[in-house]
């Protein structure tokens, strides 16, 4: 297994991918939200391919200035191995590179906004190192 950045090429694996999170039909817009991502200098994403090329999973993160803190934060956008990969090491790979792009950003924290029903997600977070820190409020547009 590789980590490697992203590229537009990834986008039909990406779409698979994302389906098994439980957001099919992205195919027809992919290219363009990966092209938006990979020009803009706050967002990095990174995909985990095997020996044949095939992507087993992937991540993305935005890096985020804060005003009253002296570190940044980064904020894992979105991550998903394959459900064939699970359990091999795939995750905690991509996390830890994550992890080592954020403090080379200088942040002092990686936040994730996971939906309750992943119960497999969060155990892998907790495992990571990972806090809870409830509390969190959208509003939709």
Known sequence: MRLRPAILEDSPALAGLLAQLGYPGTE??????????????????????????????FIGLHFVAQLALPGDFCRITYFCVGDAAR??????????????????????????????????AHRFYYRQGYEESPKYLMKRL
Not at 39 to 55: N, Y
């Open 28 to 57: 027809s817009f992919l290219p363009g939200r990966m092209a938006q991502l990979l020009a803009h200098p706050d967002a990095w994403l990174r995909v985990a391919e095997d020996d044949e090329g095939r992507l087993l999973g």
């Open 87 to 120: 359990g091999a090491g795939v995750g905690r790979e991509l996390e830890a590179a994550a992890e080592a792009e954020a403090r080379a950003r200088g942040c002092d924290r990686i936040e994730v906004h996971c939906h309750e029903r992943r119960a497999d």
